[in-house]
């Protein structure tokens, strides 16, 4: 069983550009999260993606956007970078069987590592 | 809204002693809670999980954790660490609004002194 993968494991970008970051889900999972995580804070959900469609979002602005594609692998793109975008990017996948499983639980890649100079 | 609160941010202890991390969560139904570490540059992998059934749940590398409805209070243990054990720890609890996430707290970072 393959686990959640993140490409890249690091990043330098500056203020203004632009960034996309990618997520391959673990194996037999159709769903997938993205989480923020600032220096010394815990992680921030950010969005999930569900059947190639957002699914909830967290309190993140619109420059903030992703993509699942039809074998669940998602992006992560940012726009307009600004230098508190600096972060630990978490992608974490799960299986959403249907509204009757309140809770799937989620697991997490290694991260990527985004540094906005 | 949910929360998670983690009241100590970073804890000391000796190689040996025992261990205890204190996590308080904030959640109207019954909540689905969490306990992950993450070494340095690290992503997070999951100690244990509460869902339903017995309050005291047990995880890997010999941590537990028990679940007090009465205190909204879901503490992590271990009977004695070891040097590996240095890390942070995160609490977490899961929500559902549309989309399943995980609310955390601020995490604990734990030190170990030889």
């Known amino acids: 069983e393959t686990g959640v993968t993140q490409s890249p494991t690091h990043l330098i970008k500056t203020r203004g550009q632009q960034v996309t970051l990618r997520c391959s889900s673990q194996?037999?999972?159709?769903?997938v999260s993205w989480y923020q995580q600032a220096l010394g804070q815990g992680p921030q959900f950010i969005f999930q993606?569900?059947?190639?469609?957002?699914?909830g979002r967290g309190n993140f602005p619109p420059r903030f956007s992703g993509l699942q594609f039809p074998n669940y692998s998602s992006e992560l793109n940012v726009n307009a970078l600004e230098l508190d975008d600096s972060a630990l990017y978490l992608c974490?996948?799960?299986?959403?069987?249907?509204?009757?499983?309140?809770?799937?639980?989620?697991?997490f890649g290694p991260g990527t590592r985004l540094t906005v100079l | 809204a949910q929360s998670v609160t983690q009241p100590d941010i970073h804890i000391t202890v000796s190689e040996g002693a025992s261990l205890e991390l204190r996590c308080n969560y904030s959640?109207?139904?019954?909540?689905?809670l969490f306990w992950y570490v993450q070494s340095p540059g690290q992503g997070l992998q999951l100690l244990l999980k509460?869902?339903?059934?017995?309050?005291l749940v047990q995880g890997i590398k010999g941590f537990e954790a028990e679940f007090k409805r009465s205190q909204s209070s879901f503490n992590l243990r271990k009977p004695s660490v070891h040097w590996s054990d240095a890390a942070e720890y995160f609490c977490?609890?899961?929500?559902?609004?549309?989309?399943?996430?995980?609310?955390f707290g601020q995490g604990t970072r734990l030190t170990i002194n030889p």
């Open positions: 509460y869902f339903s059934g017995d309050t």
């Open positions: 993606y569900y059947r190639e469609e957002e699914n």
């Open positions: 194996s037999g999972h159709n769903t």
């Open positions: 974490a996948s799960s299986l959403e069987v249907g509204t009757s499983v309140f809770y799937n639980e989620q697991f």
């Open positions: 977490a609890v899961g929500a559902r609004q549309g989309a399943q996430k995980l609310v």
């Open positions: 959640y109207g139904a019954t909540p689905y």
